[in-house]
């Protein structure tokens, strides 16, 4: 199945209205279990920053953390990054008020600012660069000695909806199924990293969520975008059904699950 048509389908539908782009934002906090996660963890993180703190959101994609990180803190100087040059112009549109945020266009595989940043945030994106380790690289050598790295990626325990070594990966453009704890864990400790924490996210409850929330309607979308018509009754029945199972996710501890969290020191 193909995710970015469609993410870049909704990015044309909210392109030039503020709003539309806020209510996105909103609906996929809410339903997003990645974001429960995410969130609460930048909740903990913000504590522990200055109020002026530099803020890398790597792949920022829709600008839809860029967004929710602008509202955690409203001194915090933020870059979004991404490689889609059109999605970036988008967001250079929808941020065009706030002086403190700004949007390049750039390979992370290329892409380092010598100690600069106090957190870098990177969601959904490791499992799309074959690069990694030199992604990871540049990560480290972009943070400040101190510095945060928050990374919410697929596992190998499923993730990217593949339980096999050659099972194929749910979202065509993913170029691996997932990490295990002690691969990523490796690897970052390789790129300078310290204090390397992987947990579990998507245990049973938030992997029948995402495919209530996610899997289906990509399926169908894939098949044609007339189901963008029936989406809106499709989630008025599934919707309260994912966040009961999302509350779930998130106030439980897993030992595997389809999704991992890594919270990582320089």
């Known amino acids: 199945m193909q995710y970015e048509p469609i993410k870049r389908s909704l990015g044309k539908l909210i392109s030039g209205s503020v709003w539309m782009r806020k209510i996105l934002f909103v609906l996929l906090d809410i339903l997003l279990l990645r974001t429960w996660h995410v969130k609460r963890e930048l909740r903990r993180i913000g504590r522990e920053i200055n109020d002026n703190a530099n803020i890398l959101d790597a792949g920022s994609g829709l600008g839809q953390y860029t967004w929710r ?3 955690m803190n409203k001194s915090w100087m933020i870059d979004g990054v991404d490689i889609d040059e059109e999605q970036v112009e988008d ?18 595989a290329e892409f380092s600012d010598p100690a600069h940043y106090d957190l870098i945030l990177s969601v959904d994106v490791m499992e799309h ?5 030199r992604v990871f690289m540049n990560f480290s050598e972009s943070l400040k000695q101190g510095g945060c790295l928050l990374i919410s990626t697929p596992s190998d325990k499923g993730g990217s909806d593949a ?7 749910f979202i065509d453009e993913h170029v691996r199924n997932g990490y295990s704890v002690s691969e990523i864990t490796e ?8 204090n390397v924490e992987a947990r579990y996210t998507y245990g049973k409850p938030g992997n029948i969520s995402w495919r209530l929330s996610m899997k289906y309607p990509v399926k169908m979308l894939n098949i044609s975008y007339l189901f963008f018509i029936i989406l809106p009754f499709y ?6 059904v994912s966040l009961i199972l999302n509350i779930f996710d998130l106030n439980l501890s897993h030992s595997t699950g389809t999704g991992l969290l890594i919270i990582a020191r320089k």
């Open 163 to 169: 339980h096999e070594a050659d099972d194929e990966s």
């Open 129 to 133: 660069i074959r690069e990694d380790e």
């Open 69 to 71: 990180m602008s509202r």
């Open 91 to 108: 967001c250079k549109t929808f941020f065009r008020k706030e002086e403190r945020i700004q949007f390049r266009t750039a390979d992370l």
């Open 187 to 194: 690897k970052l400790t390789r790129a300078g990293f310290r």
């Open 235 to 240: 989630y008025l029945v599934c919707f309260p």
